[in-house]
């Protein structure tokens, strides 16, 4: 079996037709669902961003996988599948891996290197163990992606030259906003989850002399509040508060809009004079479009920020990324490769003392006077030999793991020696996972 990723993103699509496909907490449990009850697919998980969405399974074959994966996504965006699978995109087995290492690392995400993908890696594994749709192959891979991403932060400065995708926002919207940060600014975060939290910290730090938080659920923004000596509202305060904010951060992940252009020019209807400055770092967007056009406002969403960041050069912090990434891709492969062996070894050494054992039972019922100290001398002697000669082949053929076709010499050890199915699948089964048909 093999990982496949198929997904969407800020590389492949328009902000427009990611909108299509974003998703809430309940859209991602179903669409993990969804993919888990696939033919062919034995593991899934989702990982959803405000600029991805990416299914990654482990499946038993590729084309029937690719196909019911991508219609999938296909059926969330309510477009033709000729209009969406250009923007989509396919890692099948070594490619899979590789890219999942990119992205728990931060080398594929809007603003390269910021750290919030690691917490949305890591919440896509735990849905799946949740789930239960999440094996030992899936939760191996991801363990090890969440590894490979703290290493990269820890051993190079990726992180600290690398912008939140707020940071960035501000530096685009509020000039000036990257050297002085935001003194004197009443600010406004509507919402209280993961990004709205990274939105309050931000502006908190570069001096806001007002924040509130503004959600549907009092209690969330509360909690949000308090941490930052803020003030938290209900969202049906939003138009109160929109009418005294210097800076809005609209990030809820909301079904509709909830800043539209005439309820803005409601509550400010002198926004000429005392401009305000809107960040929508939603998908599906919290504000609408025309809003932007409003006199006195400036909006700043995903299309614009995607459109004015440009990803760190090929400077020494990303190539040493990439550098740590080679290392841990080309060992997570060896690792795997020789795993891969290892029922097979198991399985065949097993046999051995099968074949020892019953040898030995043939020998009691025909010399059953046999002395018990020369009865034990046999017995070690006959292992020794069986030993013997399975140490070269299990010793060449776990070397042989790390070239190319290992699981052919595999395949050639079971073929070889006659190894029964059935006993090589029972190494690799997790233990309390029943054989299929069995009660």
């Known amino acids: 079996m093999s990982v ?7 590389n492949s699509a328009p902000v427009a037709l990611l909108e299509r496909v974003a998703l809430d907490d309940d859209g991602v449990q179903k669409l993990t669902a969804d993919a888990s009850s696939c ?18 399974t482990e499946v038993e074959r590729f084309h029937g996988s690719v196909e019911s994966l991508s219609r999938l996504l296909v059926d969330r965006a309510g477009e033709t599948t000729e209009a969406l699978l250009p923007h989509l995109y396919v890692h099948y087995d070594d490619g899979a891996i590789s890219h999942l290492f990119q992205v728990a690392a931060g ?46 932060r820890a051993e190079t400065g990726i992180d600290r030259f690398a912008p939140s995708l707020v940071t960035a926002a501000l530096a685009e919207a509020v000039p000036g906003a990257a050297d002085r940060g935001v003194p004197g600014h009443r600010v406004v975060v509507v919402g209280a989850g993961a990004m709205a939290s990274l939105a309050t910290a931000t502006v908190s730090r570069m001096g806001a002399a007002h924040i509130s938080v503004v959600n ?27 009418a ?29 004079e005392r401009p305000v400055v809107l960040i929508d770092l939603a998908l599906p967007h919290d504000i609408d479009p025309d809003a932007g ?9 995903l299309a614009k920020l ?64 046999l002395d018990d100290a020369v009865r034990d001398e046999i017995r070690h002697a006959v292992r020794r030999v069986a030993d013997k000669l399975l140490h070269e082949p299990t ?31 029972a190494v690799t089964r997790p233990m309390g996972v029943p054989e299929e048909g069995s009660s």
């Open 293 to 301: 056009d409003l006199p006195g406002v400036t909006l700043v969403g």
């Open 4 to 10: 496949l990723v198929v997904g969407i993103s800020h």
């Open 107 to 152: 080398l594929d995400s809007m603003a390269v290197g910021e750290g919030q993908i690691l917490g949305q890696t890591r919440e896509a594994l735990r849905r799946g163990q949740e789930l239960g749709t999440v094996g030992p192959a899936l939760n191996t891979l991801f363990q090890q992606a969440l590894r490979v991403g703290k290493r990269t």
């Open 306 to 369: 995607a459109a004015s960041m440009h990803a760190l050069d090929s400077g020494r912090e990303v190539l040493e990324v990439r550098r740590i990434l080679g290392e841990e891709v080309t060992a997570f492969l060896a690792a795997r490769r020789q795993a891969s062996v290892t029922p097979t070894v198991v399985a065949l050494r097993s046999m051995a003392t099968s074949v020892v054992d019953a040898e030995m039972t043939r020998l009691d019922s025909r010399l059953p006077d």
């Open 395 to 425: 010793v060449r053929v776990k070397e042989l793991a790390n070239e190319q076709g290992a699981v052919s010499y595999a395949a050639a050890l079971a073929e070889l020696f006659a190894l029964d199915p059935e006993a090589v699948d």
């Open 39 to 56: 033919e062919h697919v034995t593991e899934a998980t989702v990982i959803a961003t405000c600029n991805r969405v990416e299914i990654y």
């Open 244 to 272: 005294a904010a210097d800076l809005v951060i609209s990030c809820t992940g909301s079904a509709g809009t909830l800043i539209d252009a005439r309820s803005l020019a409601a509550a400010r209807p002198d926004s000429a």
């Open 216 to 242: 549907r659920s009092a209690h969330r923004a509360q909690r949000l509040a308090a941490q930052y000596d803020a003030h938290a509202a209900p969202l049906e305060a939003l138009a109160d508060e929109l």
